[in-house]
Nanobody, 123 residues
Framework: QVQLAESGGGLVRAGGSLRLSCAAS????????MAWFRRAPGKEREFVAS????????YYGDSVKGRFTISRESAKNTVYLQMNSLKPEDTAVYYC????????????????WGQGTQVTVSS
């Protein structure tokens, strides 16, 4: 059974950086797309970034492009989200997600989810 566990959230000042980790277990992830989504209070779940485990392509939401970087470390079955130049509007619960096949910006297309990690950016 696929399990995803996020870590690395916390409180940071605007302009600062955080790195989130998503430890994946339960199978090999070749052929899977891995993604980060976020949900701020009162808002819809928003696509942040995604990659396809078996290729080098990465994809980003418009609001984070140029500031966030998604990457993976295959030996550790871990996906990272490096977040730089953080803004108060980045405050949200960040979720790691996985699906078989190509990436999607639609959270409803993902089969597996972590429990989420809170990121709070103060002004």
């Amino acid at each position: 059974q696929v399990q995803l566990a996020e870590s690395g959230g916390g409180l940071v000042r605007a302009g600062g950086s955080l790195r989130l980790s998503c430890a994946a277990s339960g199978r090999t992830f070749s052929g899977y797309a891995m993604a980060w989504f976020r949900r701020a209070p009162g808002k819809e779940r928003e696509f942040v970034a995604s990659l396809y485990w078996s290729s080098t392509g990465t994809y980003y939401g418009d609001s984070v492009k140029g500031r966030f970087t998604i990457s993976r470390e295959s030996a550790k079955n871990t996906v990272y989200l490096q977040m730089n130049s953080l803004k108060p509007e980045d405050t949200a619960v960040y979720y790691c997600a996985a699906r078989t096949g190509w990436y999607s910006r639609n959270y409803q297309m993902y089969d597996y989810w972590g429990q989420g990690t809170q990121v709070t950016v103060s002004s």
